[in-house]
């Protein structure tokens, strides 16, 4: 049986999994992730466990534990690309471009000796950035590399909190983006206030994709608003739905409104037809 293990490259960053080999690590380890451009520090935030799936043999195998000098090449490297973001950030806003560098990255050619800076930005539209290279070039005495993102991408780079008060989905565990609609957002009942259904990015939240078989579940099973319901406190109509809840809102005939897991809520109809059922069983029993 294969073991998987995840890391990240920075403190409640995007998680990638990796093959231990025959290594044991442990929480909090720092370890080598092998790249194109060789192996870069990353931290273990699930230590390795046994995997049922064949597939995490095709997961990269770990280059081992980050030694002294891997450590100290990682700290320049992240105080190089702080340089070089404050760098790129002043210069933008100096030729007035409409741009937003959200990420930069350091890439060390071992072949032609030189250094190339790869810098991510996000823009409303295309920019003329052919005046901006030369500057970039000259400061950062590097080869520059500017690489236009989309809304979603930037967001992923940037991270962030979400209205959950968690950490951005997209930036932590969330692999790929898939298509939303607003028919996901209608049928979680959130197509209404734009506040609730739009991200950071300025887009459709994701949670709406992978939430959505959920309240496709809830509406399969839960009786419909208007429906008269059996509860544990008497009848009732239902007036409300709560699918992250599992349950429903019924306001009783004596007027007091209750909300009542859906688990235990029967339909009046159904009830009536189950009781019946019940009656005919026991008069067939000798």
Request: hydrophobic share 40%; glycine share 6%; aromatic share 6%.
């Amino acid at each position: 049986m294969s073991r998987v293990m995840a890391v990240t490259f920075e403190q409640y960053g995007q998680l990638h999994y990796l093959d231990p080999g025959e290594n044991s690590y442990a929480v909090g380890d720092w370890v080598l992730y092998p790249t194109e451009n060789g192996p870069e520090v990353c931290r273990v935030v699930w230590a390795p466990e046994p995997s049922s799936e064949e597939p995490a043999a095709a997961l990269p195998l770990c280059a081992g534990r980050a030694d002294a000098d891997a450590l100290a090449r990682d700290e320049r490297n992240r105080a190089a690309r702080a340089e070089a973001m404050a760098v790129s950030r002043e210069l933008v806003a100096r030729h007035g471009l409409a741009m937003k560098v959200v990420a930069v990255d350091l890439v060390d050619r071992a072949i032609d000796v030189d250094r190339m800076v790869a810098i991510y930005f996000s823009a409303p539209e295309r920019v003329d950035f052919r005046a901006l290279i030369p500057d970039l070039a000259k400061t950062l005495r590097a080869r520059i590399d500017l690489r236009q993102v989309a809304a979603r991408d930037a967001t992923r780079l940037t991270s962030g909190i979400g209205q959950c008060g968690r950490e951005l989905c997209c930036s932590t565990w969330l692999q790929t983006f898939e298509p939303i609609s607003m028919r996901l957002a209608r049928s979680q009942s959130m197509a209404g206030n734009p506040l609730q259904i739009q991200g950071q990015c300025g887009k459709l939240m994701c949670c709406l994709a992978y939430e959505h078989p959920l309240y496709a579940e809830f509406e399969r099973n839960a009786p419909p608003i208007g429906d008269v319901v059996t509860t544990a406190s008497g009848d009732g109509k239902v007036i409300g739905h709560s699918a992250p809840g599992q349950s429903v809102t019924v306001r009783l005939e004596n007027g007091e409104v209750q909300r009542c897991p859906l688990t235990e809520v029967c339909p009046k109809s159904k009830a009536r037809k189950e009781r019946h059922s019940k009656i005919r069983r026991q008069a067939d029993q000798p």
